[in-house]
């Protein structure tokens, strides 16, 4: 049993090893769907230290299971308490991934089922522990709801997503476009709101940018693009772009490319009131939707142009 379980550790040890190997070369990371690279953008840290820690942790569980065999029976089992901190570890992933992201990484799926089977095969105690383990992780997830506490429909935490502001000098509306990096839609929507003259632009991505999205614009030292996930959660949104602008004590949600590219263009170029848009339906007190089935991206693929 033994053997097997050494066999497990050093082949989770090559697996991640060659991820590590794949972002230094500048490839993308292997990975049977978008889940991967949809996770990916919710870290704060870098893939590579992410895959480099499970070498370096399959690793050390190999060697300590190759070592364990010389020692004398009774001595401490280090090999039981890493796998059970793997355990731990690869819940709360997880369950972030299930509960909060609402997408699954298929790689991340693998290297939870590799601790899972490590556990169950270091015997029946160690089996019970792991799934205790794990249960006290998953279930405060399964019962939690992840929402900024200032989040509601009267007073949003947008400014706690926001990448990036633009200000004008005589701002008649205020706007936020929550948006991604890899919509094609969204890309013609920043397109539109470059030369704006009379919006103060703030700018809300789901994802980490790596360069900003146009110039002129004042960078944030810090953002949480997750807020501006759980943002279009609440309201059942799964699409981007979508424009938040504020409209007396509440606010406007336009969405769809070519209906935030006309709002832009009667709102955001002259210091003329909007007059143009009908009665918007109202989807929750104090906020008003202008829906939109076209031009819009997923929130959980990426898109293409039409």
Request: hydrophobic letters at 45%; proline letters at 5%.
């Amino acid at each position: 049993m033994d053997r097997i379980k050494q066999f497990i550790a050093l082949a989770a040890s090559a697996v991640t090893a060659l991820q590590s190997l794949l972002i230094l070369m500048g490839r993308s990371t292997a990975c049977l769907g978008e889940g991967c690279h949809i996770v990916e953008k919710l870290i704060l840290v870098s893939p590579l230290y992410l895959n480099l820690g499970g070498l370096i942790y399959f690793q050390a569980v190999f060697w300590s299971l190759r070592s364990s065999r010389k020692e004398p029976a009774g001595r401490f089992d280090w090999t039981a308490l890493l796998l059970l901190a793997g355990m731990a570890a690869d819940s709360v992933l997880m369950s972030y991934q299930i509960f909060v992201a609402r997408t699954l990484c298929i790689y991340c799926l693998l290297i939870f089922s590799v601790v899972l089977t490590l556990n169950l095969l270091h015997g029946f105690r160690q089996s019970a522990r792991a799934v205790a383990v794990s249960s006290a992780v998953v279930a405060p997830f399964a019962i939690l709801f992840f929402l900024p506490v200032s989040i509601t429909p009267r007073n949003f935490a947008l400014d706690q997503g926001v990448y990036a502001v633009r200000t004008c000098s005589q701002p008649t509306k205020q706007v936020y476009l929550i948006f991604s990096s890899d919509c094609a839609h969204c890309q013609n929507v920043l397109q539109a709101l470059e030369n704006c003259s009379s919006c103060d632009l703030f700018l809300n991505p789901i994802d980490h940018l790596d360069t900003p999205p146009m110039e002129g614009i004042e960078l944030r030292s810090s953002y949480n693009p997750e807020v501006n996930r759980i943002l279009l959660a609440q309201f059942g949104i799964e699409q981007v772009p979508v424009l938040i602008a504020k409209s007396g004590d509440g606010y406007d949600f336009v969405r769809g490319e070519k209906r935030i590219v006309d709002y832009v263009q009667q709102a955001c170029f002259t210091q003329n009131p909007l007059l143009y848009l009908e009665k918007p339906v109202s989807d929750k007190e104090s906020i008003d939707v202008f829906t939109q089935e076209q031009d819009e991206c997923s929130v959980q693929l990426d898109c293409t142009p039409q």
